[in-house]
């Protein structure tokens, strides 16, 4: 060893893990024999003990318990201020999924709604195929009482198909409603079967029936293309109609 | 024989702390600062500002536990770095780096021995003279290189006193110096191996006029 590596470990040679720790032998044995390298020894050691003494002296220094003091009241309170922090973020989570859950909730219940309302209404074939007769029009016309509005209120089609009076069904001359088109206009139009209260008949000009014990009686309306009724028939049942 | 919570390592603690229990966190206190408080006394020589330190880093500890990284170092080493930035920005805010001999019982010992060597004593035969505040001529040496040591200490460069302190009175590793102070291993090396050197520099310019004014008077 030479005077220049023992000037680069001579300061580590009681630390382990260094390189003077490793070679400390052979530094103590150049400056036993370098007498520079040796007062420097000398020196490093007496810097040494001083250090040691130094630390000693500072061993049992603690801070003062005002510090301790002061550094619990700060952990409590960090620690209430986290809790009610943690508090609050699980409330915001909880209202977020709330509020989620209502806006999906209104979401699809107004999707419900506006396919409902969307949806045409299932109109029970009322009107209906094309006349399967010719409608035979009487040249009588009508009371001028009777309105469209009133037939519009007292009547009820019958759903289904109209067909031509059958053998249980006796039927009168269709008589022309005040308003009606000129008969010629009437082809292509429907005869629609509804049923109207007995009363309504005198609003259509025709005379009232004897009661039959029901309040209502079946006509045939003549309705043209446009679906304004042209004409009116009376229907009598050979046994009563209880469709409606 | 160590009890079982002397027995904790410092990383259970510390989780223990970040789930709110206070019981870790005293702990954990009383087994770190008092090396933290030793540093910052040594690199201040004020009390006062030790506290001061040691006090805002277990604070920050407090605060931000959550980053310190058990991957990076220790969690002495990770405290030591804390302290120095704080006594970093201190002196930044202060502008001035304060010497080291302000110890009021350390100038308080000095003055007894001094009187007491000054009122004369009764020998045991041996030549070493006891009273009630006096003490022995190699405690007295012994005293005065202590300060002397601790005011050298106190006029090295920043980066250098730090080595001294980590590794020579805080008896750290260079590893665990090095992870305090954020620099190579081989780097707080040389810096412990330049410190030293200037300390003996200073300890040895200051023999020659102690001796020739002890003979003179």
């Known amino acids: 060893m030479d005077c220049v590596q023992f000037r680069e470990i001579y300061h580590e040679l009681d630390r382990p893990g260094t390189s003077g720790f490793i070679f400390r032998e052979r530094a103590l044995a150049h400056a036993e024999a370098c007498a520079g390298c040796g007062a420097l020894l000398t020196d490093g050691e007496a810097l040494d003990f001083a250090l040691r003494n130094l630390a000693q002296q500072r061993d049992g220094s603690v801070a003062s318990p005002r510090v301790e003091a002061a550094l619990l009241r700060e952990f409590q309170r960090v620690k209430h201020v986290g809790q009610q922090r943690r508090i609050y973020r699980q409330l915001a989570i909880l209202s977020t999924a709330a509020v989620i859950l209502l806006a999906l909730g209104l979401g699809v219940h107004y999707r419900i709604v506006s396919k409902a309302r969307n949806t045409p209404p299932q109109v029970a074939s009322t009107v209906v195929k094309p006349a399967a007769e010719t409608p035979v029009i009487s040249a009588t016309p009508a009371s001028p009482n009777s309105s469209k509005a009133a037939l519009a209120s007292n009547t009820q089609s019958k759903p289904a198909s109209v067909n031509p009076p059958d053998d249980n069904e006796y039927a009168e001359e269709f008589v022309p409603l005040p308003y009606a088109d000129d008969p010629a206009a009437l082809e292509g139009g429907a005869i629609v079967r509804v049923t109207l209260p007995r009363s309504a008949l005198a609003s259509f000009g025709l005379p009232l029936t004897e009661s039959d014990g029901t309040d209502r009686v079946a006509a045939d309306l003549v309705v043209s293309q446009d679906g304004t009724p042209q004409a009116i028939r009376l229907v009598s049942q050979a046994t009563p109609n209880s469709e409606f | ?217």
């Not at chain 2, 079982?4 to 259970?12: A, N, R």
């Not at chain 2, 012994?142 to 601790?150: A, I, Q």
């Open chain 2, 1 to 217: 024989m160590k009890t079982e919570t002397e027995l904790i390592d410092d990383g259970l603690l510390l989780r223990r702390m970040l789930a709110g229990d206070e019981d870790s966190f005293t702990f954990l206190y009383r087994r770190r600062h008092p090396a933290i408080y030793r540093f910052a006394l040594h690199m201040s020589g004020n009390v006062a500002l030790a506290e001061d330190v040691t006090q805002e880093v277990f604070m920050t500890l407090i605060r931000d536990a959550k980053k310190f990284d058990p991957a990076r170092g220790t969690l002495s080493g990770f405290l030591f770095g804390i302290a120095r930035n704080h006594l970093r920005r201190r002196w930044e805010q202060d502008r001035h780096s304060t010497a080291l001999p302000n110890d009021a019982d350390e100038l308080d010992t000095l003055l007894a021995v001094c009187a007491g060597a000054g009122k004369g004593s009764h020998s045991n035969g041996n030549g070493n003279g006891r009273g009630p505040f006096l003490v022995s001529r190699d405690e007295f040496a012994s005293l005065e290189t202590v300060g002397r040591v601790r005011q050298a200490i106190g006029t090295l460069p920043q980066n250098y006193r730090e080595a001294v302190i980590l590794c020579e009175l805080e008896e750290m590793s260079y590893e665990e110096a090095a992870a305090a102070l954020n620099c190579p291993v081989g780097t707080v090396r040389s810096r412990l191996h330049r410190a030293r050197a200037l300390l003996a520099e200073k300890l040895h310019d200051e023999q020659p006029l102690r001796r020739a004014s002890a003979v003179g008077g």
